[in-house]
Every structure is written in structure tokens, then in C-alpha cells.
């Protein structure tokens, strides 16, 4: 991709001064990027082969609280280091940032440099490395959907988050007048993303005000991964920049519509999509219908990793777009999983459960994790569901609320013998943890409702 920086590439621009800072970096348990700003000399001259962080990073929550029952670190064990290895194919210019570039880490054992295994990175990677074993590539896209408001981030934050005024005055899905209005952030966001190696389709408005999409061209998954988070930190950035906040936070006013990140998936064998058939009706292998199966049977087990927070359950509700089903359908935006692209080579299934407040890697972990086991126990794939799939009783619902996928995560003998005991029981303690913070917080509404009439 057009974009990317070699090492020696790198080497030569911070020689002849074009770059002075790399951004060396890694993907926290919440998809954040995390690191430091090395000077560039430094790094190409010593810190590309390694440096080192806390291993608390991957045990704090929004707030970098440090909470107990971490198996892997704790204030009993004196919160030591995590290496930080570059991925030197990963190095990128920064263009909205001057003079700068980044690469994305792996994280490794201090003594035994063994991949760490909470890191999303590594979860991801050791589904890939499953699907290479059987010959077959995962290519995926997540959409990017968020908000953007009228203030900058820090006076929201300095008004208590009240008063939040969406960019543009109405729905504008697929609006091209209001768009324009937005272009100040948006144009820059689409080239400064473009330029620094992440292949952007598009971006549009969402169905509702101040509501964006950026949609990225499928790759392969930890690529997919890799650009997802990216951009929704350029995002955050550039409207920065700009004076604007972008915000990922799913459901932010109780009466608008949520924001998503619909996960597209295809497996590949070499350069033929092992997906496509073109004698089925729908084009569709047997190789994706046990795939599938597998992805919709598990789906309450993984839940969590598309929904990680309190808020991210207040999405999920009819007539919005928002899926509560566990069902797939055809071309039909209510079901929990969409067939797009039927008859053609480019037949895929869009996960439509996912938050925009997702982790890439684990999301996409989990659900290969899934769709594997569809394939290794050749599971039935039931008939598509048709018609408004919010009325349909029969179909099964996923978990409601963060304690209840909690405990589908906590109980899935699936992930556990993908990912292994000790990946599920640290994210089972993130997403507890969660509640657990949650339930110590007395929020506006208990006091609006309880004040005086209680
Ligand atoms: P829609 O807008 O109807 O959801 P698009 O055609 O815009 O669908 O595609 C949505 C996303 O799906 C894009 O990011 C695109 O790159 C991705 N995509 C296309 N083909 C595949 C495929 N075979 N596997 C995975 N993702 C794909």
C-alpha cells in the first residue's frame, strides 16, 4: 500500500530531517493507542529492536485505575515491564502530525520474550495463524461510525458533558449538502489516512445529526485491525485539531440513534474467496455456511468483546438499526448478521452487533474463533430469517445487558480452549470490573427521578 515506510525508508527521512518524532506504539485491552513519542534518531538508530512499558497497561480501565484480580500483574507483583517490540512492516508517516511516523508494537514477556497473551495484538494473531494452518486467509472491514460536536473536546469535558451539540442540525445519512459543511474535517481525514497507508473507500453521513461513517477497503484481519485503530485515533485527533470532538462513545443521548462498527468477513484460500460457490443459490460455500453457523451459535459468548461496557447495551434497541438477534438474513439490516454481496465473489457476512466502541482485535478474534468451530464441527446453517427480524419471537436474543455477556464469556468452553484460560478470565475480569465501577456511580437519572418525588 502506498503510504507505508520501509526501515530504510525511515532511516533516510529522519537522516535528511523530514521526520523528528516516531510515534512507537501498542493496542491496549480498550483498542487505544498507547506508547511513546521516541525522537527519530534514537529510533532508528536503537529503540527499533526494542523498549519497554509498564505491564499495568494492560490491566487499567478508561481511567488507568488499577483494579485487583489480574492473574498476569498486580501490585503484588510490583507491576513490572512488557517489551515493546516495533512490527517494522507496520511503520507509517503521521501526516496530520508534523515531521512525524509510527509503528504498532507486539508486547513480549520481559524475561522470556514469548508473546504476551492478553495483548489484543497476540489474541488476534493466534486466530490468523489457526485459519493459515487450514490453508485459509480471514479478510475483513469494520466500519468506523461516530459523532462529531459543534465544542472542542476539553470544553465539553470542562462543562460536565452537558449541552452536547451535534455537528449539523438533522439527519444526514448520505447527505451530501450537510457533508459538505463538514469537509473542514472529514476532507482531511479521508487524505491524511489515505497518505498514511490505510486504503479509505469513503466517508458519509450517518442517520442521524452530526452521525459519520469512514469505511476502509477490506484487508487482511490484523492489517484490518491495524487501520481500524488508526484511524479512529486520526479521528479523534484531527477534529481535534479542528476545534471539534469526535466522539466513539456508542449511545451517548437516549433518544438518537447509536453509533456501530459492522464487521465484514470473508475467508480466502491464496486468491480464490473460499466463501464464494457459484452454483448456490446465494453463491455461498459450505465452507461459509459452517462458518457462519458457528459465528451466530456463539455469538452470545462473544458478545462482549463487541459490546465491552455498560453503555454499549443501550444500543441494542429496535427500529434503530441495532440488531438484538442472533439470526442471519439476506440483505436485511434488523438481523444480527447480513449476507452482502450474495452471488458474487465478493460474498461476505456483516457481523451488524459491534459497537463503535469495539476493540478490532478482540472483536475479530473472537469472532474467527467462532466461525472456526463452525467449520471443524461442520455445523448447519439454519434458513435465513426475513421480514423485520426485531418481531420475530423465535429468534434468540443476545446477552441484554454487560453482566449477562460477562457471564456468557466467563462460562464459553469455545473461548476458552481458542484463546486459552488465562485470555478469558483477564478480559472477563475487564468487563466485570466494568460493572463493578458502574455500580459504585450514582448517575444523573437516579438523581432526576429520586430527588424530590422519591
Ligand atoms: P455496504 O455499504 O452496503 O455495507 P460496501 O460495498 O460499502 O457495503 O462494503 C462494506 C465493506 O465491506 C467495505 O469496507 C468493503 O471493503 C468490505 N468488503 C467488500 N468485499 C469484502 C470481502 N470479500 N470480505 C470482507 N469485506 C469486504
Not at 455461498?284 to 451459535?297: E, F, Q, T, V
Not at 454481496?341 to 472483536?363: F, H, M, Q
Not at 446453517?381 to 421480514?387: D, E, I, N, W, Y
Request: hydrophobic residues 40%; contains cysteine; glycine residues 8%.
Amino acid at each position: 500500500m502506498a503510504g507505508m515506510l520501509s526501515f530504510d525508508q525511515l532511516k533516510s527521512q529522519v537522516t535528511d530531517g523530514l521526520i523528528d518524532t516516531v510515534l512507537v506504539c501498542f493496542v491496549d485491552m480498550q483498542g487505544r493507542l498507547t506508547g511513546k513519542r521516541f525522537h527519530g534518531a534514537n529510533f532508528v538508530q536503537h529503540s527499533y529492536v526494542e523498549t519497554h512499558c509498564c505491564n499495568y497497561l494492560l490491566a487499567t480501565d478508561l481511567e488507568m485505575a488499577t483494579p485487583e484480580g489480574y492473574a498476569s500483574t498486580s501490585w503484588a507483583s510490583g507491576y513490572g515491564d512488557y517489551v515493546m517490540k516495533p512490527d517494522l512492516t507496520t511503520i507509517r508517516p503521521v501526516p496530520w502530525l508534523e515531521s512525524t511516523a509510527m509503528v504498532l508494537c507486539d508486547l513480549l514477556d520481559h524475561r522470556t520474550h514469548d508473546l504476551v497473551p492478553q495483548a489484543p495484538r497476540t489474541i488476534l494473531k493466534r486466530q490468523i495463524a489457526r485459519l493459515e494452518a487450514m490453508g485459509l486467509t480471514p479478510m475483513m472491514a469494520t466500519e468506523l461510525e461516530f459523532f462529531l460536536f459543534e465544542k472542542s473536546l476539553d470544553e465539553i469535558r470542562k462543562s460536565g458533558f452537558r449541552d452536547l451539540a451535534p455537528i449539523s442540525g438533522y439527519n444526514e445519512d448520505y447527505h451530501i449538502f450537510q457533508t459538505t459543511k463538514e469537509e473542514g474535517i472529514m476532507r482531511p481525514i479521508r487524505n491524511h489516512l489515505y497518505a498514511a497507508g490505510i486504503p479509505v473507500e469513503n466517508t458519509k453521513g450517518e442517520a442521524e445529526a452530526g452521525q459519520e461513517e469512514l469505511n476502509i477497503r477490506y484487508a487482511d484481519a490484523l492489517a484490518c485491525a491495524d487501520h481500524h485503530t488508526i484511524a479512529k485515533h486520526a479521528i479523534k485527533e484531527i477534529a481535534w485539531q479542528h476545534g471539534h470532538a469526535a466522539s466513539f462513545l456508542p449511545k451517548w443521548a437516549a433518544g438518537m440513534v447509536g453509533s456501530s462498527s459492522h464487521v465484514h468477513q470473508s475467508l480466502w484460500d491464496g486468491e480464490t474467496p473460499a466463501f464464494y460457490n457459484a452454483k448456490d443459490k446465494l453463491g455461498m460455500s459450505d465452507l461459509m455456511r459452517h462458518y457462519m453457523a458457528g459465528l451466530i451459535a456463539y455469538a452470545p459468548d462473544y458478545t462482549v468483546f463487541l459490546a465491552p461496557y455498560v453503555n454499549s447495551y443501550k444500543r441494542f434497541s429496535k427500529g434503530t438499526f441495532a440488531p438484538t438477534k442472533t439470526v442471519w438474513s439476506v440483505d436485511n439490516r434488523t438481523a444480527g448478521f447480513r449476507l452482502c454481496g450474495d452471488g458474487t465473489k465478493g460474498v461476505r457476512v456483516e457481523c451488524r452487533i459491534g459497537g463503535s466502541d469495539l476493540n478490532p482485535y478482540l472483536a475479530q478474534a473472537a469472532m474467527l474463533a467462532a466461525g472456526i468451530k463452525g467449520i471443524e464441527e461442520k455445523m448447519e446453517l439454519a434458513a435465513p430469517t426475513q421480514g423485520d427480524v426485531y418481531e420475530d419471537a423465535k429468534a434468540a436474543d443476545i446477552p441484554q445487558t454487560l453482566r449477562a455477556a460477562t457471564e456468557t464469556l466467563r462460562g464459553s468452553a469455545m473461548l476458552r480452549a481458542a484463546m486459552g484460560d488465562d485470555v478469558v478470565d483477564h478480559y472477563t475480569r475487564c468487563a466485570e470490573w466494568e460493572q463493578e465501577e458502574f455500580d459504585r456511580a450514582v448517575t444523573d437519572w437516579e438523581i432526576a427521578r429520586g430527588f424530590e418525588r422519591a
